[in-house]
């Protein structure tokens, strides 16, 4: 029964309920940082890591908390732990630090670790809470890392900083700017509307 939860929550976490794609939230930092596939990972690294923990702490004291400051705790959760995340980049990544610039501090405010720990953390327990934070943030960092891969190999011609396409390649430009962003989040959310509708009636008929 456990497996079969956990199984639950991956599959809605990362697929059928994607924060992105299905729920359309914390959609600002999938536009801001996925021109380089390595500063998308460690955003969707870091969101996943706050994400997960944050619902685990929120959900552990859930029933200590009163509700009239409820939504200022778990802000204040979800900001330490964006800081120990912020932290650690400029203590061992310092350049990728400089890279996502504000964007780490900007965590806190997005709309999937507070939704998660909203619709879920706060009415379940902590370890399904912690999965739920894992599956949402594994479906984020997904969908960032399917932007990247287009605008980082269209626009710079590489993958991961190693260079893929030689000097007969003309690089798009209009991949390095934010417009391909929308672009390629809307050509996302409607692969995967068309998918998950293909899946269900295929479901239904068996």
């Avoid at 990247?148 to 590489?158: D, M, V, Y």
């Avoid at 007969?168 to 068309?194: C, D, E, R």
């Avoid at 998918?195 to 239904?204: C, D, I, P, T, V």
């Amino acid at each position: 029964m456990a497996k079969q939860k956990t199984r639950e929550i991956f599959s809605m976490g990362v697929w059928l309920d994607n924060p992105i794609l299905r729920q359309l939230i914390g959609i600002c930092s999938a536009l801001a940082v996925t021109n380089l596939l390595v500063n998308s990972l460690v955003m969707g690294i870091g969101t996943t890591f706050v994400t997960a923990f944050s619902s685990l702490t929120i959900s552990a004291i859930r029933n200590y908390t009163p509700g009239h400051i409820r939504m200022m705790v778990q802000v204040l959760i979800i900001a330490a732990y964006v800081i120990m995340v912020d932290i650690f980049l400029k203590a061992y990544m310092p350049e990728m630090s400089k890279a996502l610039g504000p964007y780490i501090g900007l965590i806190i405010t997005n709309c999937i670790i507070m939704g998660r720990a909203e619709a879920y953390a706060q009415k379940n327990k902590p370890m399904p809470s912690f999965y739920d934070g894992i599956a949402n943030g594994i479906g984020y960092t997904g969908v960032l890392l399917f932007i990247a891969f287009f605008r980082e190999l269209l626009g710079f011609g590489s993958l991961f900083g190693i260079q893929i396409f030689g000097d007969w390649w003309t690089p798009w430009t209009i991949m390095i700017m934010p417009p391909s962003a929308f672009f390629l989040l809307g050509i996302a959310i409607w692969l995967a509307h068309n998918l998950r509708e293909k899946y269900q009636s295929e479901g239904a008929k068996s």
